[in-house]
T-cell receptor
């Protein structure tokens, strides 16, 4: 059975800390891995990863995929209170259907 | 990325009634999906909305309960039929982004519809 597992499920950090979120997967017909940030209703797209070892960066956020280990990490450096959200990992199959992990709730305290 | 709108943004409905949610995209897209997020849960795919043919439903979801229309490449509707309190969720449509798809497609979500069934 396909599955996407995220860890930790939640964490609390202080502003300025660095956060590393993990995502592992077992999905048949893997096409890509996607990261989203969810603050209210709609998930906001962060990254799409298809190739191992190629880091994607956007400001203080970065992510990398390891297809050998079937995993990905999302890093947030110099965290700010605005980074408080649920971070979702999803894996797309050949048809574009997304299977989501349970998410990691990040709370950044001032 | 595509601009996606959904209507209504929220609604409170009585059990036994039906609600139709609309999803509009500002450009033609091939793939459009409907997801559900129950309270405290992650997102679950309901179905793929196919243009010009019947939607493809995931295990646990049936057409009689969640009929879907996709009349063209920019619009789709999801109806939640004969609602019960267990249908209280956020319903989201998503579309795959532009591009050749050789390296996969980014997927973007609409703003969501928060449904409460009393």
């Amino acid at each position: 059975e396909d599955k996407v597992v995220q860890s930790p499920l939640s964490l609390v950090v202080h502003e300025g800390d660095t956060v590393t979120l993990n995502c592992s997967y077992e999905v048949t017909n893997f096409r890509s891995l996607l990261w989203y940030k969810q603050e209210k209703k709609a998930p906001t797209f962060l990254f799409m990863l298809t190739s191992s070892g190629i880091e994607k960066k956007s400001g203080r956020l970065s992510s990398i995929l390891d297809k050998k280990e079937l995993s990905s990490i999302l890093n947030i450096t110099a965290t700010q209170t605005g980074d408080s959200a649920i971070y979702l990992c999803a894996v797309a199959d050949s048809w574009g259907k997304l299977q989501f992990g349970a998410g990691t709730q990040v709370v950044v305290t001032p | 990325s595509a601009v996606i709108s959904q209507k209504p943004s929220r609604d409170i409905c009585q059990r036994g009634t039906s609600l139709t949610i609309q999803c509009q995209v500002d450009s033609q897209v091939t793939m459009m999906f409907w997801y559900r997020q129950q309270p405290g849960q992650s997102l679950t795919l309901i179905a793929t909305a196919n243009q010009g043919s019947e939607a493809t439903y995931e295990s646990g979801f049936v057409i009689d309960k969640f009929p879907i229309s996709r009349p063209n490449l920019t619009f789709s509707t999801l109806t939640v039929s004969n609602m019960s309190p267990e249908d209280s969720s956020i319903y989201l449509c998503s579309v795959e982004g532009p591009g050749t798809g050789r390296m996969g497609y980014e997927q973007y979500f609409g703003p969501g519809t928060r449904l409460t069934v009393t």
